[in-house]
């Protein structure tokens, strides 16, 4: 039972040589722990988690990366907030060295917690054996070099995950896309609301490939990976290598959340392209996006197009039954002792979101263990009342458009009208924006309650806030106050 809520960090491999590089990797292990908070779990354990600790010699810290795209990736984005995480626990500036990638040395023993496809074993290996049975496309691009290995989770395979009425033809496309080659539909379309396992089918699609072709290049990547490595290969000169991995070097690409793309209009460009060129060499193509082609808005017609041309599949939040058999499966899987009534109680109180339903349980397992109780409906109750309500219950709807309204001085039926002033509209959008994030209503409900506007309208208000929020420091401070105001 893991007790905390980034367990898994004690895991990382960590080859202390004397008392004093002990001290200097449990301050590793310590950084990881608080690094872990501020990511996401699937951040954590694509990009920090595969990095290997070999050691710390004074201020010098030896990586070693499972490849050398992780490695990149890793330094590109992560690495300072290491090394500050680093310094905070120790006080000292340390400089990282890193080791080269085992795709770069003799075969050797991977660390276990590493994700990757089965394809690695022979990814180890420059030369391709002499037994290996030639690939059964001879036309599918291959060279000496071994296949990149794309960073999966090794915990979301199809086995893994739960099919159901609600996500069956998502779950059944994906397969088809891991399956079929070549490629019966494409793109894979793969779209539905936060936390629906969307990600999970795309890396269970990564690894079956990999087992059943091993050949194959597979490139996953989110759509704000897809636009940082768009805009690195801008600013280092490296266009050429970019397109040629992205459009030569690939047989199946793997693009999460596309809708990132929305109004970044050079990456939509290069993006167009990567996909005529994989798709005229009929290589599969597989897209998630938080909503349908037709709803994305900012992005260019010929590209919303193509993501229609091939099976869209629609994952919606999971009936009941499948919400009990995820918590079924997740507490056997981390040993949890799960009686039917808590399941039912959990599962009854989170409808919309797996990750949520799935960090209920983690979190009362957790409370148990610490208090050393047993997980009974009523610790059940106890412990999760107060998160299962994230949203009290005096934040409606009505109420955020009083408050909005008072805040910015204008009218209840002006945020109701179809007004596009931007002394109305502004404050609509934000109206939009925390009646999302604080009350349960869904898109559709909510473009009534805002005087019958179509439920993209709310959509693409909610996401521009969300997106300015980011870099306008006046706009946070509005929303921080309405929220205080709000929630008190
Ligand atoms: P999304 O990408 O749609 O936001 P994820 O794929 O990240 O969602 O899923 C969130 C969590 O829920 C993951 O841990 C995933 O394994 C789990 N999950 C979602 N749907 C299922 C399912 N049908 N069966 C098993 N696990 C699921
Ligand atoms: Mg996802």
Redesign the pocket.
Known sequence: MRASTVPESSNIPVQARSADSDAAASAWHRALDRIARKLTP?NFDMWIRPIECLGIDGRRVQLRAPNSYVRWWFELNYLQIVLAELQEDTGAEHQVHFLPEPEAQAPQAEPAEVPKPPSDARAESHEPHASEPEPADKGSIRSVEPPPKPALNP??TFE????GPS?QLAYAASHAAASAYPPKYNPVFIC?G????????LHAIGHLVAQKRPEHRIRYVSGEQFMNEYVHAIRSNSMHDFRSRYRDGCDALLVDDVQFLAGKDGTQDEFFHTFNALHDAHRQIVL?ADRKPHEISDIADRLRTRFAWGLLADIDP?ELE?RVA?LR?KATAEGIALADDVAMYIANAIKSN??EL?GALIRLAAYASLSGQHITLDFARQTLEGSLAPHPEHVSVERVLRTVASYYNVKIADLRSPRRHKNIAHPRAVAMYLARSHTRESYPDLGRAFGGKHHTTVLNAVDKIGNRLRNEPGLRGEVRALESLLLR
């Open positions: 699937q915990r979301y893994t995950f739960i099919a996500n539905g936060v936390g629906l396992g969307k990600t999970h089918l998630t999971p499948v995820i499966q797996v990750r799935e």
